[in-house]
């Protein structure tokens, strides 16, 4: 079956404007996540969606930042007022459940450049 | 708090040799322990997991991870590496008692496997 897929796969934009990312989980899947890798960083936690629970949002860097998931399905990531430093690979990973044990799946993610 | 130490930045071997790709963790009580792999331009891949029961867990392409309570270590090994095994490895930690919702992950390590 389809895995996770994110749109789109690279994006340049300006200092200062804002960008959307989207994930769309495999189907089933009800929880999401949100990364951010940055070169020699690892993988930074964002944010985690589980079914309709309120979203884990701890990892956020700070309020340019937020993330929304419509119906239990597909979400999208906003930064707003972007800034070189968030030039990074945004993951995008949805698991079948929220459990511990569960391993999570990742998109290919979205390469962000700001110039 | 949950942490997870990757000492090696990269690891080189020559093809048909083992390899090991070492993992440290720290959690306050029983670990859940992740390896993943990821490829250039590609989201991570799961490899396998250590929730509980036997210390050396198999997982997919031939690997295996000895988990070690003792030495708080959770080493990925092979026993005959492969020029396609070259890529960048993660290992992650969950501490179950933790209430946090998500995994850690190590900075990577990079494996480069020679003809």
């Known amino acids: 079956g389809a895995g996770v897929s994110q749109s789109p796969s690279n994006k340049v934009t300006e200092k200062g404007k804002d960008v959307e990312l989207r994930c769309d989980p495999i189907?089933?899947?009800?929880?999401l996540y949100w990364y951010r890798q940055s070169l020699g960083q690892g993988l930074e936690f964002l944010i985690y969606?589980?079914?309709?629970?309120?979203?884990?949002k701890s990892g956020l860097p700070s309020d340019r930042f937020s993330a929304e998931r419509t119906g239990g399905s597909v979400s999208t990531l906003t930064i707003q007022r972007t800034q070189q430093e968030d030039s990074a690979v945004y993951l995008c990973?949805?698991?079948?459940?929220?459990?511990?044990?569960?391993?999570?799946?990742f998109g290919d993610g979205t390469r962000l450049s700001i110039l | 708090a949950q942490s997870v130490a990757q000492p090696e930045d990269q690891v080189n071997v020559a093809e048909g040799n083992p390899l090991t790709v070492k993992c440290t963790y720290s959690?306050?009580?029983?670990?859940?322990l992740f390896w993943y792999v990821q490829y250039p331009n590609r989201g991570l891949q799961f490899l396998l997991k250590?929730?509980?029961?036997?210390?050396l867990v198999k997982g997919s392409y031939g690997f295996e991870a000895e988990f070690n309570k003792s030495q708080t270590s959770f080493h990925l090994k092979k026993p005959s590496a492969l020029v396609s095994d070259s890529a960048l490895y993660f290992c992650?930690?969950?501490?179950?008692?933790?209430?946090?919702?998500?995994?850690?992950f190590g900075k990577g390590t990079m494996l480069l496997v020679s003809p």
């Open positions: 990973a949805s698991s079948l459940t929220g459990g511990l044990n569960q391993p999570q799946h």
């Open positions: 189907s089933g899947h009800t929880a």
């Open positions: 969606f589980q079914g309709n629970s309120a979203p884990d």
């Open positions: 959690v306050s009580g029983n670990p859940y």
């Open positions: 250590y929730i509980t029961g036997d210390n």
């Open positions: 992650a930690v969950r501490d179950p008692n933790s209430g946090y919702s998500t995994l850690t």
